[in-house]
């Protein structure tokens, strides 16, 4: 069994500032080690349950968060950014058989995590299809351009909330809730020992994952800074709806994910 998994840090246990997530930072090491732990976790409840190739895309901020000399020997770790339309899922193809995401979070426009936010810090929402689009809504629609099913999420109580009702059949392990500007979160050693459990049970029943690609994809973005609607507006098939509100149609996942790269 080949297992891709997509990590980000906002959604781990106790992280709730964005001085801890920011690389050289001095709050930044523990939730570091804590994001290792949790991807570790998740490593080993896939090859409990027969993985025996899994590839890990590190991916927050700078890509360069995980621990390498921490991961099972079976595993790849992609640091850093290769600049594709995949983004948070560069490295995905057709080749895996499920996608997990470990350290995810609630997406922008949501108030389930003080860091909610939707691919970086500059915009108010994204709309896709009539509904607000999380990194998670928006990276398993680019594992489903491979037929690869996401079958795993841990993160905020919201997030994960909102997981199931976009894909019913997906486990989840909701490792912290946000009130306001807070966090309450669950025993680090106790997310890991959940993590490794829910991956476990998820490998299980990866059919039950797959979700329908819908026939086109319409996207609006809103952006705090109406300067930035303005560049995005230059994008071919890009319009703007109002001052800080730009739309723009994809028929396919390949073209809404290039759009975005460009736009965001």
């Known amino acids: 069994m080949k297992v891709y998994i997509s990590v980000d840090i906002e959604g781990v246990t106790g992280v709730t500032a964005w001085s801890e997530t920011e690389l050289g930072s001095s709050d930044y090491e523990q939730f570091a080690l804590q994001m290792t732990k949790e991807t570790v976790a998740a490593c080993e409840g896939a090859i409990a349950m027969g993985a025996n190739e899994i590839f ?66 500059n915009n108010n929402y994204i709309m896709v299809n009539g509904e607000m689009a999380s990194e998670f809504i928006l990276n398993s629609y680019a594992a489903a351009n491979y037929g690869v099913p996401v079958v795993f999420i841990s993160g905020d109580k919201m997030l994960c909330e909102t997981a199931k009702q976009f894909n019913n059949g997906i486990e989840t392990v909701a490792v912290k809730d946000g009130v306001g500007g807070a966090t309450i979160s669950i025993n680090p050693d106790y997310a890991c020992e959940l993590i490794k459990e829910g991956v476990k049970n998820s490998l299980k029943h990866i059919e039950a994952c797959k979700i329908d690609i819908p026939e086109k994809f319409e996207v609006e973005i809103s952006y705090k800074d109406h300067k930035e609607a303005k560049r995005a507006s230059y994008y071919p098939g890009v319009t703007k709806a109002s001052p800080r509100v730009v739309q723009y149609t994809a028929k396919n996942i390949n073209e809404f994910m290039t759009t975005r790269m460009f736009i965001l």
């Not at 995949?86 to 979070?105: R, W």
């Not at 609630?106 to 995590?113: C, E, L, P, T």
Request: with cysteine; net charge negative.
């Open 56 to 121: 890990i895309k590190d991916a927050h901020d700078s890509a360069r968060n995980i621990d390498i000399t921490k991961l099972p020997r079976c595993v790849k770790l992609c640091r850093g950014w290769a600049n594709s339309p995949e983004s948070m899922m560069a490295g995905i193809d057709e080749t895996f058989n499920a996608a997990i995401f470990i350290g995810y979070h609630a997406g922008a426009g949501y108030d389930g995590n003080p860091l909610s936010h939707t691919m970086n810090t």
